[in-house]
């Protein structure tokens, strides 16, 4: 469980699925613990992961690799990444990046959990 400081909730909602919900903007000053919680998250060995992007209001590069470096990881690890609940701004940060070719990206945590 994370602490009172610490931007990023990590909880199960079944077996096998991790959900990953970062609670505030994903930037240089912050990615390095989305990072942690993703790797950490990948140790466990999920058949899922998802990130919750719902309370991201605002992604840098930072979190951007992050982000591939979580969806590499997944890909090596046979458990599929996916991404929910993005704000229009972020998605926006992944469009002009092209990175919305290469990531699963659905509407909510409900829908990647049936995905």
Do not use: C, W
């Not at 929910?84 to 940060?93: C, D, F, H, L, W």
């Amino acid at each position: 469980m994370p602490d009172s400081d610490s931007i990023v909730e990590v909880h199960s909602p079944r077996s096998g699925i991790v959900v990953i919900t970062p609670r505030s903007d994903v930037d240089l000053s912050r990615s390095p613990e989305l990072r942690n919680a993703l790797r950490e998250a990948a140790d466990r060995g999920p058949e899922r992961l998802i990130v919750d992007l719902e309370q991201v209001g605002y992604m840098d590069s930072s979190g951007l690799a992050t982000l591939v470096e979580a969806m590499r990881t997944s890909k090596n690890n046979g458990a599929p990444l996916i991404l929910s609940g993005m704000t229009q701004k972020v998605r926006a940060i992944f469009e002009i990046a092209r990175l919305d070719q290469f990531f699963t990206i659905v509407g909510s945590v409900d829908e990647a959990l049936e995905a």
